[in-house]
Nanobody
Framework: QLLESGGGLVQPGGSLRLACAGSGDRLDHYGIGWFRQVPGKEREGVSCISSIGDRTNNANSVKGRFTISRDSAKNMVYLQMNSLQPGDTAVYYC??????????????????WGPGTQVTVSS
């Protein structure tokens, strides 16, 4: 099971760090992706990291602002989000990809999802 945390309300230009915790399984057995979704729109891939952390990828909309990382000792994956903008407002989800060496942003490659955490960027 996956559980996201760290969402909340932040002003434009601010930062948040989202965390994805795994229970019952090692997250470093999987590629991990972060996705976001707003009502009425498709789920969008934001960032991903391979199982051993040697590959990462970010959507063009977040490059230079968001950073994904792993802490295998804590069985956690993080998404550091800086310079947040109102367009980043969404529910953010983490998910597992069973192809450990893959890191892409297509939601169809991911088979287990957390319940999501709300991020709201507003003044």
């Amino acid at each position: 099971q996956l559980l996201e945390s760290g969402g909340g309300l932040v002003q434009p230009g601010g930062s948040l760090r989202l965390a994805c915790a795994g229970s019952g399984d090692r997250l470093d057995h999987y590629g991990i992706g972060w996705f976001r979704q707003v009502p009425g729109k498709e789920r969008e891939g934001v960032s991903c990291i391979s199982s051993i952390g040697d590959r990462t990828n970010n959507a063009n909309s977040v490059k230079g602002r968001f950073t994904i990382s792993r802490d295998s000792a804590k069985n956690m994956v993080y998404l550091q989000m800086n310079s947040l903008q109102p367009g980043d407002t969404a529910v953010y989800y983490c998910a597992t990809d069973p192809w450990v060496r893959r890191c892409d942003l297509w939601p169809g490659n991911y088979d287990s999802w957390g319940p999501g955490t709300q991020v709201t960027v507003s003044s």
